[in-house]
């Protein structure tokens, strides 16, 4: 089974979560499903409530419930996630039917990455600067 790692933690056993938002200026949600691979995340879906500065829905958009969903077509490593305490909001990440908030408190950037990619690390930290 797949398992996603914040740092050198691992914080899900599921093979995908979802991340969710609220933008600090638009003041709405945005949300993005995410496949653990082993040693990448795959974009599955993206969807945002509205659209304004910086919130362009992605190519292939449609229009579904009040949200502009689209497929994801971007794989990545890992996800770097600020975590200033000064937004609106922090990160809810959903996996495995249980979700929990990261970020809502000044600290340094968070890392999620498969737990693949932790193989052999001798990092401890849930927290670290990239």
């Known amino acids: 089974m ?18 969710s938002w609220t933008h600090s200026v ?3 949600t945005w949300r993005e499903t995410w496949a653990v691979e082993e040693n990448a ?3 599955v879906e ?3 409530q509205g659209s304004g500065a910086g919130m362009e829905p992605g190519e292939g958009a449609r229009l579904k419930d009040g949200w502009w969903v689209w497929e994801g077509r971007v794989t990545v490593p890992a996800l770097v996630l600020a975590a200033s305490g000064a937004t609106v909001s922090g990160w809810t ?6 979700c929990r908030v990261l970020g809502t408190e ?3 950037p968070l890392r999620l990455a498969p737990c693949a990619a932790h193989a052999g690390s001798s990092a401890a930290a849930t927290a670290v600067a990239e």
Do not use: D, K, N, Y
């Open 93 to 98: 990440l959903c996996a495995g039917g249980s």
């Open 106 to 108: 000044g600290a340094a």
């Open 2 to 19: 797949s398992a996603l790692c914040l740092g050198a933690v691992a914080i899900a056993m599921a093979p995908q979560f979802t991340l």
């Open 46 to 48: 993206g969807a945002v």
């Open 26 to 28: 638009e003041r709405v």
């Open 41 to 43: 995340l795959r974009l």
